[in-house]
């Protein structure tokens, strides 16, 4: 990314990263803000940020969310507005903004949750108003650690166990995490160096928080067994990533059918499983699927009978459906067919909707297989009254719409539809069947294939 080549390379000696950043800065045009919570990592890494835009001639915004949670909130808003104060009156290209939230924990939601998703709108709404387009956030590789091995106890798979992404595109911004290969340690040398003040969250301390129960009371024994733990979880994250990475890609290297077969999709590892159904989802949708449509999918494909259907999401006038082991999209049809019948003079190719039928008859000219364009000009629809005969070839027996609908694996749903019948009361077309042998014109006459397509809409069509 281009844009971030400063924060790219911003690293634990300031004068270092102004040097290596002024370059590519003085060109990039750069909006830069900094999640800066008055910490110590975040005010390490703003410090870092404000020597390198100095050099760079650049102004950093600095987020400050006030979460109204802790009796110390407005200390910590004061100490990071008179900090920001004086670095200014250094010369220091900073300023403040902040958002004070007012968050009140539903019983039984997570105090930690809220706080973050609350945080995260707070700095995407800042940054936008700032006008800035990254924004850097101060985790380092201890927090990778943690958060690898809080999410393989809560017995995550691949996606959790790859915690942190370094960079991540989300409500058109860019989250940075700079230092998130950066040893605490080297930051901790950096505020020493520098004589940095920084604020100290009693909140870290509350043992109701896993977090804080595992920095406190498993990493220091961990970390006394295990010297090399904190660099081993993060590499194991970071592999988990590569994983995730090469997984997607492969993903998107196979063509996508247009129905699943979800017994071949169920021998695939769950990890595998979950992505390829998205990337199934996603060239059948045209959009990226809701992560609750992926894990409800997840658990409810593969149980229950057929058919079973599922909604893709509010104003789509499509759905999911399973039938004969197979997952297709289809268009859920508006209107039950009316039991009347209805004229119709075709006389060229293209797309006839029907109204009252909630389906449009497809016409495309063919060489063979379709009906002569004469016998179009009056056509009669009507709903099936039973008894009818269908002929599939010309070698084949006339048989009834129901066996041949069996035979073909036609499910329900494609059954709805007006049958097609010329003047004469011959039979031409039947949905989900296509047109009766016996209606079929010679080769080499003028001739269109016909098609029932339900739904009123039209379907959005899947990305090339
Ligand atoms: N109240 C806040 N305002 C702005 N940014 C925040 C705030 N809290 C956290 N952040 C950002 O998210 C990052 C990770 O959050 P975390 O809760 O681990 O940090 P912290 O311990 O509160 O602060 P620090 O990382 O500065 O020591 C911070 O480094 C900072 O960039």
Redo the contacts with the bound molecule.
Sequence with gaps: MARGSMSNSLDMDGSRAASSASGKMSTAGVDLA??????????A?LHATLLAARDAGLQVHA?????GLSAHADEWLAHCTSQCERWHRAGLPVTLHHERLSLKPRRGQSVEALARDA?YAA?ARMAHAAGATIV????HRR?QAETFLLQALRGAGAEGQAAMPRGVERDGISWLRPWLEQPREAIEAYLRRRRLR?ID?DS?DDPRFARNRLRLEVWPALVAAFPQAEASLADAARRAQQTIDATKAAAAAEPMPERLDIAAWARRPPSESRLLLRHWLKARLGRAPSAALVERLCGEIGVGRDPARWPVGAGDARELRRYRGELRLEVVPLAKPPAVEATLGLHRAGRFPVPGWGGTLVATRVKQGGIATEQLAALSLRARSGGEQFQLGPQRPPRSLKKQYQALGVPEWQRDGPLLYAADGALLMVPGLGVDARAQAAPGVAQLALRWEPGAQEPRQPPQ
Aim: aromatic share 8%.
């Design positions: 900094v999640a800066y919570s008055g910490g110590r990592d975040s005010t890494l987020l400050h969310v006030h979460h945080r700095l850097l956030l101060a985790h927090d920084f969250d870290n």
